[in-house]
């Protein structure tokens, strides 16, 4: 029964890996990280880091492997992320508008009832 849990734990493991894939290719299509937060990132791969660096230190294969490749997506997600942000900056100090079409902020309900006046 322990080869059961084992083979189910190293699925899992390479399940929560790929998950990081649909994430970077619509970045990558959308040319935009705006809405993925900058502190999410940086504990994520922080988060990551200290675990592969158990997982070798343990000799725990199972766990260190899938690690380091969510840790890869994880690292390349935030470089795209720095990559698509300043590239975005320099447009906006370009020509003070963002690239990609404007989003106005939510309607609230006292920016609503400023509206009706």
């Keep these: 029964m322990t080869q059961v849990y084992d083979i189910l734990g190293l699925i899992g493991s390479f399940i929560i890996a790929s998950a990081l894939v649909p994430q970077i290719y619509k970045v990558y299509t959308t040319k935009s990280a705006a809405d993925i937060s900058r502190a999410f990132q940086l504990l994520y791969v922080l988060g990551l880091t200290l675990i592969v660096i158990y997982g070798v230190g343990e000799g725990l294969w ?10 890869a997506g994880g690292l390349l997600l935030m470089l795209m ?4 942000d300043r590239k975005e900056a320099e447009t906006m100090s370009r020509s003070g508008t963002p690239t990609d079409e404007y989003h106005s902020p939510p309607l609230t309900p006292q920016a609503a009832g400023a509206a009706q006046v």
């Design 81 to 84: 992320k720095i990559y698509y």
């Design 62 to 71: 199972p766990v260190y492997i899938p690690c380091a490749l969510e840790l």
